[in-house]
Nanobody
Framework: QLKLVESGGGLVQPGGSLRLSCAAS????????IGWFRQAPGKQREGFSC????????LYVASVKGRFTVSRDDAKNTVYLQMNNLKPEGAGIYYC?????????????????????WGRGTQVTQ
């Protein structure tokens, strides 16, 4: 069973950068499309980026497009989220999630219900 662990969160000033990691164990990460979600205080968890099994396709919501980049290193069983020019509204708990996909180019989408495996999150504070 896939286990995901996020890391890299912390305190960052508006306009700053962070790189989050999503490390996988228990299965081979390249079987899974990966999504990134954020849960701000008092709000629902929302998806803002996802990447296909082979990294060829990625989606971003408009509010992070051009500032966030998702990448994956399957040799390290890790997916990364580079976040630049962070906005004050970017604070919250960041989660990665995985979903088995048959087609290597398929993304998992940005819906919470589209993913079976979840990490416990990493906190980003501003």
């Amino acid at each position: 069973q896939l286990k995901l662990v996020e890391s890299g969160g912390g305190l960052v000033q508006p306009g700053g950068s962070l790189r989050l990691s999503c490390a996988a164990s228990g299965d081979t990460l390249d079987n899974y499309a990966i999504g990134w979600f954020r849960q701000a205080p008092g709000k629902q968890r929302e998806g803002f980026s996802c990447v296909s099994r082979d990294g060829s396709n990625a989606l971003y919501v408009a509010s992070v497009k051009g500032r966030f980049t998702v990448s994956r290193d399957d040799a390290k069983n890790t997916v990364y989220l580079q976040m630049n020019n962070l906005k004050p509204e970017g604070a919250g708990i960041y989660y990665c999630a995985g979903e088995l996909r048959y087609e290597r180019g398929d993304v998992g989408g940005l819906s919470v219900g589209g993913y079976q495996y979840w990490g416990r999150g990493t906190q980003v504070t501003q």
